[in-house]
T-cell receptor
Framework: DAGVTQSPTHLIKTRGQQVTLRCSPI?????VSWYQQVLGQGPQFIFQ???????GRGNFPDRFSARQFPNYSSELNVNALLLGDSALYLC?????????????FGPGTRLTVT | ELKVEQNPLFLSMQEGKNYTIYCNYS?????LYWYRQDPGKSLESLFV?????AVKQEGRLMASLDTKARLSTLHITAAVHDLSATYFC?????????????FGTGTRLTIIP
């Protein structure tokens, strides 16, 4: 069975540009979460979606937005990129995102802002 | 605000030795996860601990959870080079209505032959 997939693998953008990252959850999983991992730190929660609705949002500016589609895939958008947005962006999927469920992480998208 | 701290942050140990990584958290939770991350890679799930006193073992790794002390440990027995990686604990407060995972600072483990 396919795991969580993310695209693209790597991305280089310039300050001020906009970027869209994509995630496909494990088949049957309805919840997708996004995390940002800056080099040398632990992942930080950005968003969680379940059944196309935002269930949770971390402490990130409004430049960050996301959505979930009817097939449960998800996109993370970041506007007006800053150098500090350079990070590994991880997507995780789980069945419902509720209760003691394990979250399965994708390979990540490495974003570099120059 | 939930804080999750790991120590040590860096650990260099010889093959064959035993050591323990500690994960302390600041707010009540009875769900804790351990992940492994190799350089440039994603997170690999190691253990899911769901109750006070939970202990799980896989190969040379053993994890435990003490919810009263708000402490989890990851014990490494007779370390081998393949265990070199960064290890994260993550606290889950989904039973308190907060579905996100809060990760620790990570422990970078290097096993020296």
């Amino acid at each position: 069975d396919a795991g969580v997939t993310q695209s693209p693998t790597h991305l280089i953008k310039t300050r001020g540009q906009q970027v869209t990252l994509r995630c496909s959850p494990i088949s049957g999983h309805k919840s997708v979460s996004w995390y940002q991992q800056v080099l040398g730190q632990g992942p930080q929660f950005i968003f969680q979606y379940y059944e196309k609705e935002e269930r949770g949002r971390g402490n990130f500016p409004d430049r960050f937005s996301a959505r979930q589609f009817p097939n449960y895939s998800s996109e993370l958008n970041v506007n007006a990129l800053l150098l500090g947005d350079s990070a590994l962006y991880l997507c995780a999927s789980s069945l419902t995102g509720w209760g003691p469920e394990e979250q399965y992480f994708g390979p990540g998208t490495r974003l570099t802002v120059t | 605000e939930l804080k999750v701290e790991q120590n040590p942050l860096f650990l260099s140990m010889q093959e064959g030795k035993n050591y323990t990584i500690y994960c302390n958290y600041s707010t009540t939770s009875d769900r804790l996860y351990w992940y492994r991350q190799d350089p440039g890679k994603s997170l690999e799930s190691l253990f899911v601990l769901l109750s006070n006193g939970a202990v799980k073992q896989e190969g040379r790794l053993m994890a435990s959870l003490d919810t009263k002390a708000r402490l989890s440990t990851l014990h490494i027995t007779a370390a081998v080079h393949d265990l070199s990686a960064t290890y994260f604990c993550a606290v889950d407060r989904s039973n308190f209505g907060n579905e996100k995972l809060t990760f620790g600072t990570g422990t970078r483990l290097t096993i020296i032959p």
